[in-house]
């Protein structure tokens, strides 16, 4: 009887084991691949970009323009690289990147300082150091040649090999488009958090209403837009809410509306702040301390934003917002310097809290300051709301005039 139960128990613990070695094989084949060591070298007409992982994985090399930059797609990869990956030499590669992109797949991107061609793309496995090495060999060239291969990538990825077809694509791109174009108005402050007050007592937070609803009032005329405000009384809206608003929105544009006080009563005119961690000067890294401690007023934090995007597509779009926020910037003030006063240097950078959202060209207008009586009294005159409303309006309508006429 012993003896029987002795088998049946090692026959258990057999099959356990084997079950277990199955299990751990199935799971291990599943695990993604580890890229622990990456490398630029090379010099302004070559270089080569060297990748380690500690298995296999299947990768596809492209070119992509505006901005010009090679893609390397892979197999789910878990990128544990140090600094030393980014740290590139004076090479034809201006910056790398990486993250995941979608399950099961990651992405390298190599922004270019000049047109390139790929020379050599291999993938060979190094036994004596239990290495898998990704190699890409990149070789400067004409800017036609560039784009005709990207050109050629672009069209396979596509999958529009119908030359009808593209032509018929082409032609609908020019027609004008009926689309609404959502623009999400900030009126800074509200409630409990009265913001600054001028030193004839006006408050920040009527004065930022009263140009939101003025703004919204004037862009009514245009069919093309639909104006969406943060607030549209006296009320509190936590920062992290004003950023979930204009995002549930669908916000093609977001302008955060202020007018706040200095210590230096002598600074005044309006200025027009984009996202920068750095911040261009330290008063707009005060301002926007001050601004992101909006939240402490009704007793709340700042909810933490982690500083290093490791998503590669949430990185690229930052990029690209930021490209177009500084555009709609520009604009302003253009639009504003016959006919608003502005700070010296008007266009600045910050690292605002509300213009976070990393897919709406965002920006934060500072109508002037209620530290400077002139400013104050202005900004209480009719005639200069009017003027300054004409005017974000008009660099409204030019920032999207090219989407408006289709093209």
Known sequence: MRKRISFIFALVFLLSVQNF????????????????????????????LIVDFNQPVTHDVYLLT???????DLSQTVFSLDGEARRLPKSIVSDLRYGTIAAGKS???????????????????????????????????SSAEFAANARVIQQVTAAKPDKPEAQKSKTKAKEPSNRKFTIFVDAGHGGVDGGATGLDGTAEKRITLNFAKKLRTAMQVNPAFEVILSRDEDTFVALEDRVALARKAKADLLISVHADSLRQRDIRG?????????????????????????????GLSLPKIETEVTDILIDLTRRETEKFSIKFASLIVQKMKNDIRLIRNPHRSADFFVLKA???PSVLLELGYLSNREDEQLMRSEDWQAKAVLRTKEAIESFFRARLAGQ
């Open 107 to 141: 992405r390298i991107v190599m922004q270019l300082a000049k047109p390139v061609l790929v020379e050599n793309e291999t993938l060979r496995e190094i036994e004596a150091e239990k290495r898998h090495r990704l190699i890409v060999d990149l070789v400067a060239t």
């Open 21 to 48: 070695e199955t299990a751990f094989a199935q799971d291990t084949a599943a695990q993604p691949a580890i890229a622990f060591a990456a490398r630029v070298v090379g010099d302004g007409n070559r270089a080569r």
């Open 358 to 360: 990393p897919e709406i």
């Open 270 to 298: 309006a200025t027009v702040y984009t996202l920068s961690e750095e911040g261009s000067d330290d008063l707009s890294n005060a301002l926007a301390r001050k601004q992101n401690r909006a939240n402490l007023v009704a």
């Open 66 to 72: 505006d901005p010009r930059r090679i893609i390397v």
